[in-house]
């Protein structure tokens, strides 16, 4: 049996399995765009051990808080006198290119003006260290869920690389004022001067000038990468240093891997 039907009563019921199929689709895809979202934040957390309890924003925060510590405790005892100077780990040694400078000298009664020039290049670190604190903090708010990951799961210096590789460029353009400064400040450039010159006096001995600000500066950022390292291994390797909470938990996670 056929059944007619009014062109209008045929145009809108077509219109309304249009609006229909149309509301279907828009359904889907609000369900579908958390559980995109969950994904890709899931590949992260798949990469990790096990764990309850734990997520990648707890995580994050353990690594930042980790680094925090290698700053607080390890950086900041280099801006002290005699924070480089008295650290056998990190107190700058003349340059390759001095050390026979220093040699001559003591060998010709000079040790305490070689001493006194060491000193100075120490002194000029120590100053330039004070402008790290702040750069190393813009690079730890910017880590992201996949630095943590890779950073927690990767090498006892891990935590390090990542911020010597993100503040490098940042670290040698404060330090090297500060250092080039400092140097004049405390005299190093007249103690050098005095050395250099007594040096270059020396019959038969090729001349020297080097570039003492780009050494230093240079030198000065390898004690501070070298003293957050210290730290970062220690929290990794020794379960007394995580002193809190939440380093005890994330760092649980890089013991089981």
Sequence with gaps: MLFWMDPKQHFFLSLKKYNLLKMRKIITLLFLLPVISCAEMQQIADQLPQSSGIGTLDISNGLKEALNNGISKQVTKLTATDGFFGNEMVKILLPQELQKVDKTLRDI?????ADQGLKVLNRAAEDAVKEATPIFVDAIKAMTFTDARNILMGADDAATNY???TTSNALYSKFSPVVNSSLSRVGADKVWSEIINKYNSI??????NPDLTDYVTNEAMKGVFKMVAVEEKNIRNNAVSRTSDLLKKVFALQDKK
């Excluded at 009664?109 to 003006?113: E, K």
């Design 109 to 113: 009664g000079l040790s305490s003006l």
């Design 163 to 165: 911020l010597q590789n």
């Design 203 to 208: 019959p038969l001995v090729s001349k020297i």
